[in-house]
């Protein structure tokens, strides 16, 4: 359990330690950290599943300016262990990310504060000239500290954690916990309704709408829904692109 402890602290470590921007943008995603935290724990397809279901709150979600609302690398690195350990409805595990999302922008700030010393010794350095030891302030220091920041919390919590979490699960009334699964089934449809808000335009509606029910009522499969919105994507597009030539033929 240790072991596979310090693999979770590692991965949210490495999902947010910044080492490549680009690659720990995409790699803090809770679908992507299900799946490497249900190899740790040896069942994927249940990781994906916790991954996928977290991963639709925050659909919606925007980063304005570096800040982050909250923190789905952390929500699910504390709570797919948790519910792969005690075995939870993928509806309660939603419920359970939530405030450790919260508790994300909290080490986050924390982060910072010790990022503005580490750019006021870089800034004297270049100063002195020193430029050889500029690197320790600008990434090294500073990496080694994330891990210290992002690590430990994860580590502990999945340590310790998981069996806290399921005694008190094996303690919560039956009623309480059917309310936590409902409340956690609705939160993937608030994630919805704000990725329609961020898309902002009336005319795309339809296109959602159609989509859902299309596949509700046909049941296809994914890769199948793919190809065929993509194809409706081109067709709109070749129309509009034909109108706004008539237009200033």
Do not use: H
């Amino acid at each position: 359990m240790v072991i596979q402890s310090a693999l979770v602290g590692l991965i949210y470590w490495i999902a947010m330690g910044r080492a490549q921007y680009f690659f720990s943008f995409a790699f803090r995603k809770p679908v992507v950290l299900g799946v490497f935290i249900g190899l740790v724990f040896g069942d994927v397809q249940q990781g994906l599943l916790y991954g996928a279901t977290i991963q639709l709150i925050y659909m919606g979600g925007i980063e304005a300016g570096g800040n982050i609302p909250s923190d789905q690398a952390l929500a699910a690195c504390i709570a797919i262990p948790a519910a792969l350990l005690s075995n939870l409805d993928a509806n309660a595990a939603v419920a359970l990310a939530v405030p450790f999302g919260v508790l994300g922008v909290l080490i986050n700030n924390v982060r910072r504060t010790f990022n503005s010393f580490y750019n006021t010794r870089a800034d004297k350095l270049i100063e002195e000239g020193k430029y050889d030891q500029l690197s320790l302030y600008s990434f090294l220091i500073p990496w080694l500290t994330n891990g210290v920041l992002y690590f430990t919390p994860v580590f502990i919590s999945t340590l310790f954690g998981a069996n806290v979490v399921k005694a008190f699960i094996n303690v919560i009334p039956e009623r309480l916990m059917n309310g936590l699964s409902n409340a956690g089934a609705m939160l993937p449809a608030l994630g919805f309704a704000l990725t329609l808000v961020v898309m902002g335009k009336k005319q795309y509606l339809p296109f959602f709408v159609l989509g859902f029910f299309t596949y509700s009522v046909m049941g296809f499969s994914m890769l199948t829904g793919a190809v065929f919105a993509v194809c409706i994507a081109m067709i709109s597009s070749l129309f509009k692109q034909n109108s706004d030539e008539e237009e200033y033929a």
